[in-house]
Structure formats: C-alpha cells, structure tokens
C-alpha cells in the first residue's frame, strides 16, 4: 500500500510503458508494473489512497456497460479532492478530420483502408480493441454521473490541477482529448 505521509500518483493502464516515479497499474502483470488490477473488478489499493491518477488511451478499451464503475472505482481510490486526469481518442477530431478530408490526421495507412470513411471507421473502433469511443460532452456526463466533481477539458499538457507532474504522462496530442475532474 502507498505511504499516507506522502503523495501517490497512480498511472492506471500503464501497458508496457511504466513510468519511473508512480505507481503503475495494469491488468496485466509486465516489468515495471507495481500493481495488477481491473478497473471494472476492483483495485488492490485502500479507499482514498491516491493522491492523483492518470490514464493515457485506457477507457476506449472498456465497455460502455462497464464505464461507471470503472469511473466509480477511479474515485473510489482517490482521497477527497484527489485529481484524475484522462487523455481519451478523441471521436469529434476525428469526424471533423473526416469532414474536412483530412486523410492524414489518420494513422491508419492506406493498405488498411484507403477511403477517407474507411479511416475514420478504422481509425475509431482502432482495429477492433476500441470497445467506446469519446467525446467532450460524452466524458462529462460519465464522470459527473459518476459522483466526479468540477469536469474540465485541458489541453495537452496542461493541468486545471495543482499537481505538479499530472500533465507528463500526456501523449498522443493529435488524437486526443484531456479531462480532469475531482473527487
């Protein structure tokens, strides 16, 4: 268990890329994973035991069933107050790429799909992994449904949070949306 004299950054669905100074959590056991967990199941860690989380690309890959209570257990975990930062793919760039026949805002190359539609298609369900895709307004009513409080879009990078740190973990800037809220 984290150490309540000091805080705790959790980076929930670190994958293969953990990052040195946090608490990195994943499904799936790997080097550099401190904790193997589901959202969906429960975490091992305590009530209100983290200061802040962060999570890069991992809610798209969660079903629509299961959203609030993976959000639910997110906050769960957070102390009162506690900040979790979301970087989500980010549907409207996505449509207004396609609208605009902007085919190289897709990362999807063209053996793949070479219609613009076939892209955005591609593109959103990311080769079958992506279970719910995100917008703005879609993210803000799952997380204030969920109890989140003060929900707010961020631009790459920067944090409506205090914390310093809470913002380094961002990639993926083209495709992506930031959300912050507290618990």
């Known amino acids: 268990m984290p150490s309540p004299t000091r805080f705790t950054r959790l ?11 946090w608490l990195n959590a994943d499904r ?6 401190d904790l193997v967990g589901d959202l969906c199941t429960g ?17 798209q890959d969660i079903a629509w069933p299961e959203l609030p209570a993976a959000v639910a257990e997110l906050r769960r975990v957070l102390r009162p107050g506690g ?11 996505a449509i207004d790429a396609y609208r ?10 063209d053996e793949h799909a070479r219609d613009i539609g076939a892209k955005l298609v591609t593109q959103i369900i990311w080769y079958g992994s992506v279970r719910t895709p995100f917008t703005w307004g879609f993210t803000r009513e799952l997380l204030q449904g969920a109890g989140w409080r003060e929900v707010t879009r961020c631009a790459f990078g920067r944090s409506a949070s205090a914390w310093p740190g809470i913002a380094s ?3 993926r800037e083209r495709e992506s949306l930031y959300v912050e809220a507290l618990a």
Do not use: K, T
């Open 11 to 21: 980076n929930i669905g670190c994958g293969p890329e953990p990052a040195p100074g």
């Open 28 to 33: 799936q056991p790997a080097a550099g994973v």
């Open 43 to 59: 975490l091992p860690l305590a009530d209100a035991s983290v200061d802040y989380a962060v999570g890069m690309h991992l809610l």
């Open 83 to 93: 900040v979790l930062r979301l970087g989500l793919p980010d549907l409207d760039r």
């Open 100 to 109: 605009h026949g902007d085919a190289g805002y897709f990362f999807v190359p």
């Open 169 to 171: 973990l961002d990639n």
